[in-house]
């Protein structure tokens, strides 16, 4: 499976951005995908994740704010991102997981999100 992550940028503070994932491949074997994100000296962190049937999770941090959605057809995920602050700021990545696994087994290369104060 590969993952292309777009739509990272420059954004103010209370700005919105929406971040896309289009996955090829062996799409059929993943039951699972999510954003991740890691920012400078800090760890990487699931932001959001989406199943297969459309159950979602969300970090505490990012509730209410961020909006994960996917398109099956579109072999695709996004992350909508409202109300942005300057601790968002972060390279967001996308990733899988296939069916059976624990852990995510397919990442994207990750796009640079910046929020300025």
């Known amino acids: 499976v590969q993952l292309q992550a777009s739509g990272g940028g420059l954004v103010q503070a209370g700005g919105s951005l929406r971040l896309s994932c289009a996955a090829s491949?062996?799409?059929?074997?993943?039951?699972?995908m999510g954003w991740f994100r890691q920012a400078p000296g800090k760890e990487r962190e699931l932001v959001a994740a989406?199943?297969?049937?459309?159950?979602?999770n969300y970090a505490d941090s990012v509730k209410g704010r961020f909006t994960i959605s996917r398109d099956n057809a579109k072999n695709s995920v996004y992350l909508q991102m409202n109300s942005l602050s300057p601790e968002d700021t972060a390279i967001y990545y996308c990733?899988?997981?296939?069916?059976?696994?624990?852990?995510?087994?397919?990442w994207g290369q990750g796009t640079q999100v910046t929020v300025s104060s």
């Open positions: 491949g062996r799409t059929f074997s993943v039951n699972r």
């Open positions: 990733a899988a997981r296939s069916v059976g696994n624990i852990g995510y087994d397919y």
């Open positions: 989406i199943t297969s049937g459309g159950n979602t």
